[in-house]
């Protein structure tokens, strides 16, 4: 049995209205969800509010992105102050969305990661590689440096959640292997264990992202090294009460 509570993360990215996340939540309410599992909704922003007061209080609210300082002239975005006050006690930063289609930088993640948990918001950083760094066989290099400008924004690893998201298997429907997946997580605990420490290697949940779906949890949840699951598109299905229960 792992240490480690198992963490699944619903991301609803840019996707639904009251109307079609109130029967996602309402599925969710009244699902039997194991009691081992940590669960987390991703909503977008202006949903935030919607979500926490219909949500059960057994699931946590998450905002999918926010700024890097607590107020100011920066139209468009939020702070985690904001996101605090609405009732969300988690935020999703680095996703590969965020980093690819909104070119943020790893710079500006760190930044963020470090506001984020000054600001007692719980962080779920999303790291991994592109299918041609994957090809080039730098996948290992890819996720090493970006999880080092996380590690490097981080004084206390209690309320930080790893998530390898390959880019490839994001949407794709193209799933990384249970051994594709364990064989970066072990690796990334690895390099935890040596430039962090022996203890937050132990305790630190790493997330598996990308195409995760009812059919596919099951084996992947089953590798050692994989604390849990962050979920687009099935999170927004019922089978995502199938992804909570996966260690079940
Ligand atoms: P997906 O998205 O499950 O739809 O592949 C995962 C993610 O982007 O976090």
């Known amino acids: 049995m792992s240490p480690r509570k198992f963490f699944v993360g619903g991301n609803w990215k840019m996707n639904g209205d009251k109307e079609t996340l109130g029967e996602v939540i309402m599925t969710l309410n009244t699902a039997s969800l194991n009691d081992e599992t940590e669960v987390v909704c991703g909503a977008p922003s202006i949903y935030l ?43 999703i930063l680095g996703h590969s969305e965020r980093r690819h289609v909104f070119g943020e930088s790893d710079e500006l993640i ?17 790291i991994g590689e592109k299918l041609e760094e994957r090809e080039a066989e730098t996948t290992e290099d890819v996720v090493f440096a970006q999880t080092k ?8 690893w209690a309320r930080v959640v790893l998530a ?18 364990q064989e970066v997580h072990e690796k990334l605990r690895g390099w935890l264990r040596a430039n962090v420490s022996e203890s937050v290697a132990d305790s630190v949940r790493i997330i598996y992202g990308g195409s995760v779906t009812g059919g596919n949890c099951k084996e992947l949840a089953a ?6 699951f962050l979920v687009g598109g099935a999170s927004l299905k019922p089978e995502f009460v199938d992804i909570i229960n996966a260690c079940s």
């Open 49 to 91: 509010d919607y979500a926490r007061s219909k949500l059960d209080r057994r699931i946590g609210v998450a905002a999918q992105n926010c700024y890097k300082v607590p107020k100011g002239a920066f139209t468009g975005e939020i702070s985690p102050a904001m996101i605090n006050d609405c009732g969300g006690s988690w935020v």
């Open 223 to 228: 590798q050692a090294d994989v604390d849990g």
């Open 149 to 156: 400008v996380i590690a490097d924004n981080v004084k206390d």
């Open 110 to 126: 760190g930044q963020k990661v470090a506001h984020c948990l000054e600001s007692d918001l719980g962080v779920i950083a999303c």
């Open 164 to 181: 390898y998201e390959p880019v490839w298997a994001i949407g794709t429907g193209r799933t990384a292997t249970p051994d594709q997946a």
